[in-house]
């Protein structure tokens, strides 16, 4: 079942959504990391890229692999998302691999936090990848 169609204006060619969907989850770069979860931190979707940084799976709790400060710190930082600031960026340090992290909060209609998504890019030697002209 289709869901949304667009017609590609350089070939002419009609794009399914859901073949936009598979190219950003599981073909995007290697560096990017897209993923969805729980406040408790149970992971509802990720793609391949944060399956090997993680060796996690959809359901296990990503929050449960770090060490206790690191479990620490990242709870304290989901407390810290409001529906007016639902959106933060933070760098995960882990050796010499650096991520920067853009997550978003998605709230019920009381305003209590049901979901994270988030979306990584790995960064190489200090340096960011270009990020300009990119919705978030």
Same mark, same amino acid.
């Given at each position: 079942? #289709? +869901? ?8 002419? $060619?009609?794009?399914?959504?859901? &073949? =936009?969907?598979? @190219? ?5 770069? !290697?560096?990017?990391?897209?993923? &969805?979860? +729980? /406040?408790?931190? #149970? +992971? ?6 944060? !399956?090997?940084?993680? @060796? ?8 449960? *692999? ?6 620490? $710190? =990242? &709870?304290?930082? +989901? !407390?810290?998302?409001?529906?007016? *600031? /639902? ?6 340090? #882990? ?8 997550? &978003? *909060? ?5 305003? $209590? ?13 200090? $340096?960011? /990848? *270009? ?6």
């Amino acid at each position: 079942m #289709t +869901l949304f169609s667009v017609e590609d204006n350089t070939s002419g $060619k009609i794009i399914t959504l859901e &073949r =936009v969907y598979e @190219t950003i989850m599981f073909r995007s770069s !290697k560096h990017v990391l897209t993923s &969805r979860f +729980l /406040p408790d931190g #149970t +992971l509802l979707f990720i793609n391949s890229v944060v !399956k090997d940084f993680l @060796t996690c799976d959809i359901g296990d709790n990503f929050i449960e *692999a770090l060490t206790a400060d690191e479990q620490k $710190k =990242v &709870r304290r930082h +989901l !407390k810290g998302y409001t529906v007016d *600031a /639902p959106v933060k960026s933070h760098i995960q340090q #882990t050796g010499n691999l650096k991520i920067r992290w853009i997550n &978003r *909060a998605i709230f019920d209609d009381e305003g $209590k936090i049901v979901e994270f998504e988030g979306i990584g890019w790995i960064i190489k030697e200090d $340096k960011e /990848p *270009a990020m300009s002209g990119m919705i978030i």
